[in-house]
Every structure is written in structure tokens, then in C-alpha cells.
């Protein structure tokens, strides 16, 4: 057993796994780039109350899975480790004034999120999201966008097109009344509610609908939904996302019982979980209007959608499904050496290869020659540079490790060979 070993929900990301991540990262970032959104970084922690205020004292998120940082006396804010990454960059927004930008703002960040879970398969403490927010911009043809974008997201990962599921889930013309529904359901049905949500009945009915108890399974699907209860506006906005959904080709399901954990969400909400497989551990991502939000933390009512997708579970998903490609991009070429010692001509030719953009490594341990192949060949490299006396000549003999043919090649030509092998293959 180790001495230390990662915090339990935590995982260390070791080079294989973090590649992995990383063309996720890059799929998401040459996306959004395309789409027109530019990139943002608020800080990992934030005070508590940016957190409380927004997603809503009475979430789960809030009440258990808050990650809080001990207070410094000297310093008496409460601070949080993010659970999301939307009410820290509103409250960017709002802090930086960009309500004057040009509107609609539209922002996109990809980075680890805290949820003192309890941990199990897919659900960890420290875990990554792909977030874009969309400030400004009353919908609903953004709305249709965002989810478009998402599925193209998914599809350029190589996942089989995930299941998508949209409601609305009204504002507050329309809300109340609905709340009121649904208070009146549970309390015909007190008896049947486990003890904490029978407390948080009287506090956000809302939340039992959202509820991960299995308790909650069968009643739940008894309870009344908002859909018959949209006011004009919310549903006139909920059948204009439908109809640019299906005019961009893409599938959904009208899923009236989908609600989102965060209070800070109106109108449009949507949820994407791996084809046929719903559960509350699989969700690969979800979002969502959240038109009061800005006003919440401080700025001019300016409404707002994003989304936050699960980089973990997306991996998952791949892994599950047999389509995890092998992210890991194996060097080109190894500099080796026939005299051990000298690594001074071996590590000038590594330099130069690689200021020329090809991916090199020199052999720097001062081991034998038949060693330094061996390495190259377990790094995955399909070539060998072999520095010997002939470098006085010009030459070096370029091995083939694949083939595990050999010949000589002039320095003179080494980077254009080997660049034209690279671009073969
Ligand atoms: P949420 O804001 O809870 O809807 O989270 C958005 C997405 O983040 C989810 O759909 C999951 O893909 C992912 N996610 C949320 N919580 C966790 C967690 N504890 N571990 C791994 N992924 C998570």
C-alpha cells in the first residue's frame, strides 16, 4: 500500500487517459471556435455565495455536494470549489460589465468541476466539463443551436448519436402555478416520501421531481407535468425550438418530466444520455436556459442559455461501446547512438528534427545501443536515428523499426524524408 494516494472520487489522469481528455479538450475547442464562441477562465473556487445564490440553496449541489473551503480568518469569505462552471462566469459577466459588449456574449470553457459525491462509477468528485454559455440572446433559435452543437460534439468524439431530451420548463408567469400542482400531488402522497424529501417539499416541490432516490422512481412518473401548464410565451418559445431542431435534421424526445437539479433554469432544458441507456449515472451532458440568472447575481435581467457536457462520461461511454481510438500520438523517430556516451551529437539532432515540427526523442541514457532500440520500439516509434562515426561524413542510418530494415540517409536529407514518412503515414 502507498503512503498518499489520490482523494477518494479523484483520479489521477495518466498519460493514455489524459490524451484522451485532451482530443476531447481539442474537438471542443476547434468547435466552439467555429461556432463563434471565445474561450473564458474564471477562477476553480468562488465565494460560496455565488453558488447558493445561483444554482439554489435548496439543491442538491448546494445542500450536499458543495465542496467549501475552511475559512481563513484573516480573510472571513466562505469560498466554494466550483460544482459548475455557469454561475462563475456570470458572474464574470456581470463583474466585467459585458453587458456592454456587442450581444449576444457568447463563451466557452473546458475544465474540472468539485462534487462532494458519493463516489461511484461515473460519478466522481473531481470530474471535467465542456461548458459554452450564450449571454444575451433570448432564443429560441439558439436554444436549437446549442443542441446542435452538442450532437455534433458527440459525433466528432465518435460516439453513436446520444438520445436527446428537451422540455420547458416554463418561467415565472408560469412556475408558480405548476409548483403548486405538484406540492399538492406530494402531500397527497406524504407517506410515500423518504424523509429529506419530504422536508424539502415545503421548500422547492421542484426539487422531488429532480430527485436521484429510487423511492422517488414510481411517483414521480405519477406526477403532474408543466406541459399542459406553459404559459403563452413559454409554450409559443418551446414550439419554436422544436421547429428549428427539425429543420437542422436533429432527433429528440419531448421528455415532460425532465427538469434540471438548478433553479436558476427557464423555458428550454435538455439532457443527453449514450443511445438507449438512461439512467442518472450515464447523463453525457445537459443545459439549459437560465433567463433570471444574470439578474441573480447582480447584473440587468439579459437572458442566457448554455450547456455543460460530462468529459468523463463521454470517455465512459467510448470505453463501454468498444470505440475508444487510442489518443496517444507515438513519436516519429528515436535518436539513438552507437557510443553511449555521446549524447551531446544526439541530442543536437533531436533539436534541429524538432524545430523543424517533427515529434523526436533523443536516447539520453548513456546505455547500450541494443537497449536504446529496444526503448524506441516499446515507445512506439517507427524509426531509429542511429548516430555513429559516420556522422563525420554526413551520415546517419535511419531505421525502419517496423520493418526492421536499415540504410544509410545524409543528415542533409533527414528532415525531409522523415517529414515525408510522417505525412505517409
Ligand atoms: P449537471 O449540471 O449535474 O447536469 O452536470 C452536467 C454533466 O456533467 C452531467 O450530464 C454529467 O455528464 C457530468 N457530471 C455531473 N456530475 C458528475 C460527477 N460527479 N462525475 C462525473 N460527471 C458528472
Redesign the pocket.
Known sequence: MPTFRAPR?TRDLLPPERARFLRLERIAADLTALYGFRPIETPLFEQAAVFERSVGAVTD?VEK?LFRLATRREEGEEWALR??PTAGIVRAYVQHGMQTWPQPVRLTTTGP?F?Y?R?QA????????FDVEVLGDPGPAVDAELIELAVRFYAEAGLQAPDVFVNSIGDSECRPAYIEALARYYGDHLDHLPPLERERLGRNPLRLLDSKEPAMAELNAGAPTITERLCDGCRTHFAAVREHLDTLGIRYEVEPRLV???DYYTRTAF??FPAGARGTQ??????GRYDRLVELLGGRPTPGIG????????LLALESGGGAAAAEQPILAVIVGADPTATAARLKLATDLRAAGLAVRADLATRKLGRQLEAAVRDGARFAVIVGDELAEGQVQLRDLGAASQKAVPVADLTALLRRKAAAS
Open positions: 472520487g449541489i455536494e460544482p459548475e468541476m462534487r459525491d463516489p461515473g460519478r466522481y468528485r473531481q470530474f471535467w466539463q434540471r437539479g438548478l439532457e443527453f450515464a447523463a453525457l451532458g445537459g443545459g450547456f455543460g457536457l460530462g468529459l468523463d462520461r463521454v
